[in-house]
């Protein structure tokens, strides 16, 4: 296991790609977000431990279907939460700060897939943090190879134990996510 990052809360693990099994793209690391400007000042990507062995399981599944689970965000502090509310000012797509969204519990991971043979990412028919109701899960007018990629990684997540939100394919959390405390650790500078 890793060393432990300066400033990480106890109840936080770090993820890597090492030893997760995954891909890390943390997008709020960059400014090719919702917020066009980069969020995260240090690429960290940590998960409430609860959390840790779902993520492994997802991990597991994916690659016994022959795909790697690729990771947008998992915790988010605060101050990142703030940055996305003022950015979108929607409930449906973004929780305001002074509810916390499972995110800024540890409790909650954005993903994707790619495609071991091919090494593309899987056609999900609209981006990450894409604020329509083309990001919806049950949207019929999608191509059928956009709903067979969605029902792919919806099985992967539901399989290790998370749950799906409505309006965002790639957002999954803990099923009790929300009884967990908020966790206000500024190891990643905002």
Not at 97 to 104: A, K, M, Y
Not at 122 to 147: I, K, R
């Amino acid at each position: 296991m890793n060393e432990k990052v300066a400033g990480l809360d106890p109840s936080l693990v770090e993820i890597t790609e090492a030893e997760y099994g995954i891909k890390l793209d943390l997008v709020y690391a960059t400014a090719n977000n919702v917020t066009g400007t980069v969020i995260y000042q240090d690429v960290v990507c940590a998960i409430h431990k609860d959390v840790a062995p779902l993520v492994k399981k997802a991990s597991k599944n994916a690659q016994r279907a022959g795909y790697t689970l690729v990771v947008f965000d998992a915790y988010r502090p605060r101050a990142a939460q703030v940055k996305l509310w003022d950015a979108v000012q929607d409930p449906q797509y973004v929780v305001p700060p002074e509810i916390g969204s499972n995110h800024t519990r540890g409790t909650a991971i954005d993903v994707t897939l790619i495609d071991n043979h091919s090494g593309e990412i899987l056609d999900m028919g609209t981006g990450f943090d894409d604020m329509s109701e083309g990001s919806h899960h049950d949207v019929d007018a999608m191509p059928l190879h956009v709903q067979r990629n969605r029902l792919l990684l919806l099985a992967i997540m539901l399989h290790a134990g998370f749950k799906e939100i409505d309006s965002e394919w790639w957002h999954y959390e803990l099923p009790d996510g929300r009884s967990y405390p908020m966790i206000d650790c500024e190891f990643i500078r905002v």
